[in-house]
């Protein structure tokens, strides 16, 4: 039973890849088409596409009553996204460059956006007046990333009708029409794809006794972020740098503030024994961000040396999260992964 699932995790591991790789190339199409900024679209548009699988979780999860898997699932990703992620794809694909003048009021927004749903936390709840904030972030952050980063388009439109209908008007163009219907298919099938690792995972992780929040800030949320991974992958190595920091930062963004939003809008969540079960979580976060802060601000890249610190970072923070999660064993836990199936 467990080989089956295994190899379910790698058909659904290769047709997320081979989505996310068409993604790639459909995005650098309409950004050239529309004369829209790579980091800027990839920011709104692919960010979104790629955070799907953990609005999809956060939608279940608070429909059947147990939301808070939703936020094991958005503080794992999150920390994932900035160590596992970006420091993977440091390694595995080189030095990631950065492109532009992005770094400081972005990675400032971003870094703000990711640390309000722990703010909102602090008296052990996210309701739906706090998910009505998180969902104003969000569209607020939105807005300022698009807006900044289409002003072009208004040198190339007469009518002053805002910069969302300058947006429409130019993918009505028929090229961009194909274009994008393309995307809008391969998201579908990276959406399918994550959501099947998802649910594999979910069954391994529960037939080995693991408790759901670490399902949540490991399983899940390393299945959920393999669309980011995979995305960042191919377009370093593509020579697409900015498009890997603009899913980066899109993607925590909307982490933190569209999927806790809608999750908590329709069940909200509250923090079994209060806030201390997620210090540890929320440290890692802070921690592991300041760190990329720190090593894409001094040389303006993401050395391969970079990558290696964040992703040991990470290991030795799921270490300490696992020793302290209901008094579980690491080597205990280690033990039934490696045991013969």
């Given at each position: ?82 160590s596992l992620v970006m420091g993977g794809v ?161 993607s925590v963004v909307a982490n933190s503030t ?84």
């Amino acid at each position: 039973m467990l080989l089956g699932y295994l190899a379910l995790l790698v058909i659904f591991g290769y047709l997320l890849v081979k989505a996310t790789d068409h993604l790639v190339d459909e995005v650098r199409d309409i950004a050239q088409i529309t004369k829209i900024g790579k980091f800027g679209l990839t920011a709104f548009l692919l960010a979104f596409a790629t955070s799907l699988p953990e609005l999809v979780v956060g939608v279940a999860a608070a429909l059947e009553g147990r939301p808070i898997l939703s936020l094991g699932n958005v503080l794992g990703s999150n920390i994932v996204n900035v160590s596992l992620v970006m420091g993977g794809v440091a390694i595995v694909g080189g030095s990631i460059r950065v492109v532009g003048e992005f770094l400081k009021k972005d990675l400032f927004s971003t870094f703000l956006a990711g640390s309000m749903p722990l703010l909102l936390l602090i008296d052990g709840e996210l309701s739906r007046v706090d998910a009505l904030v998180l969902l104003a972030v969000y569209v607020w952050y939105t807005y300022t990333v698009l807006a900044e980063k289409t002003e072009e388009l208004a040198e190339y439109q007469e009518a002053e009708s805002g910069f969302i209908h300058q947006l429409f008007l130019r993918l009505r163009h028929g090229e961009a029409k194909r274009h994008f219907a393309w995307l809008l298919f391969w998201v579908l099938v990276l959406l399918f794809s994550a959501d099947m690792l998802v649910k594999t995972s979910v069954v391994l992780a529960g037939a080995m006794g693991i408790p759901i929040i670490l399902i949540g800030l490991f399983f899940v949320a390393i299945g959920t972020s393999l669309p980011e991974f995979v995305f960042g992958l191919k377009a370093n190595r593509s020579g697409e740098t900015a498009m890997v920091y603009g899913n980066l930062l899109g993607s925590v963004v909307a982490n933190s503030t569209l999927i806790l939003g809608i999750t908590a809008l329709i069940q909200p969540i509250r923090l079994d024994g209060g806030f201390q079960p997620y210090l540890l979580a929320t440290a890692a976060f802070v921690v592991l961000f300041g760190l990329f802060w720190v090593f894409v601000s001094t040389k303006r890249a993401l050395e391969r040396w970079e990558g290696v610190v964040l992703v040991l970072v990470y290991l030795l923070y799921a270490f300490f999260e696992f020793s302290r999660v209901n008094g579980y064993d690491v080597l205990e836990i280690f033990g039934r992964l490696t045991a013969p199936l």
